[in-house]
């Protein structure tokens, strides 16, 4: 005799279809990973095993050698790149994070004349392709004396449309009545911005974060215009180079591209769970 509380067995169509749908997920995962684990493998080959044809998937004796010569090449400034890149990409993160931020809370919770024009010319932004407005930027980098300079691949990116367009439909989302619950306990404009809306924000912040910072770590045409000094590269120039140099030495070039993706990926990891999070609020609104 059964009970009311006893659970139901699933039905063989269930199974079968939740099966059959993480059959389809594992066929995505490794059609996905596939190709960044053969350039993996790749980079621990020797170059004779590299230009074999047909050629082996796993290297017969891995070394770390293509490795060891970018790290320890004197004529390659690898830390300065480096640093170029990181401090590149944590300013553009850090100045897109304020602005976007701002500017959302100010179009999702303040009413003023010309609102809605202001926010559709900075929407529009959003559709017109980074080559339209490369000339104007350049012009503007040359007038400011910044040609050759980090902070010209910084100053031109002070504002981002998506992120505004991002920010404020989060924002808007948020009840007004928290912020007014604090004007009434005095809290000033900046003092409800910095603590009320900002420590709501996590999840967009990090989702916006990593975009921002894998948009401008791989940014190649910008920085290889205005930037014309070996030591003040970044890092996805380092490796065009390495391509040029190197057009015979594929393990090197495989090397090199393996180490740009490292950043990227730590930067993935340690803000996955608020990426999570983004998502899943976004599903339930």
Known sequence: MTTPSAKKRPSLGFILG???AYAVLLVGLIATLLPFFYIIVSSLKNEAELRQTPPDFFPSVPTLKHYITILTDEKIPLEQNLFNSIFVSSMRVL???FTSSFAGYIFAKYQFKGRNLAFGMIFMQIMIPMQVVM????LLVVKLGLIDSL???????FVDA?????????IEAMPAELMDAARIDGASELGIYTRIILPQMGPPLASLGIFT???TWNDYLWPLIV??????RTIPLLVVWFQTAHTSNQGLILAASILTLLPIFFVYIFLQRWIVDQATSSAFK
């Not at 998506?162 to 989060?170: A, L, V």
């Open 18 to 20: 939740k099966s059959g």
């Open 95 to 97: 100045i897109t994070l």
């Open 135 to 138: 000339i104007p930027n350049y």
């Open 151 to 157: 902070w010209a691949l910084i100053i031109p990116a």
């Open 162 to 170: 998506y992120g505004i367009f991002m920010m404020k439909q989060f």
């Open 213 to 215: 910072f894998m948009a």
């Open 227 to 232: 930037l014309t000094s070996p030591e003040k």
